[in-house]
Nanobody
Framework: VQLQASGGGLVQAGGSLRLSCAAS????????MGWFRQAPGEDREFVAT????????YYADSVKGRFTISRDNTKNTGYLQMNSLKPEDTAVYYC?????????????????WGQGTQVTVSS
């Protein structure tokens, strides 16, 4: 499945953004979906994941309580609502889908990746 991430931009600290991840076909609904991010000079890190039905989610400690992952399988689309953004949230955000059931935090659990969308949070 091909993924297209969008919704990034420049926002002030404390603001909000919603990222979207549009999938190319219906096989998306069979897979868990995750969001990862990569800041300049850093390794890509796990942000959040959701199982195929949307009933189970898991978050990195750094975003827990501020970010919400969701999906609409009728639209083949996943989302990441980001509130109370901080400058340290600045990164390129990637969505991913993969065959490992349940919730997974490892990159190796995902075999389809979007191209990334830049999120910049100013102080």
């Amino acid at each position: 499945v091909q993924l297209q991430a969008s919704g990034g931009g420049l926002v002030q600290a404390g603001g909000s953004l919603r990222l979207s991840c549009a999938a190319s076909d219906r096989t998306f609904i069979l897979y868990p979906m995750g969001w990862f991010r990569q800041a300049p000079g850093e390794d890509r890190e796990f942000v959040a994941t959701i199982n195929w039905k949307g009933g189970r989610t898991y978050y990195a400690d750094s975003v827990k309580g501020r970010f919400t992952i969701s999906r609409d399988n009728t639209k083949n689309t996943g989302y990441l609502q980001m509130n109370s953004l901080k400058p340290e949230d600045t990164a390129v955000y990637y969505c991913a889908a993969g065959p490992v059931p349940g919730v997974a935090v490892e990159e190796s659990s995902y075999d389809s990746w979007g191209q990334g969308t830049q999120v910049t949070v100013s102080s």
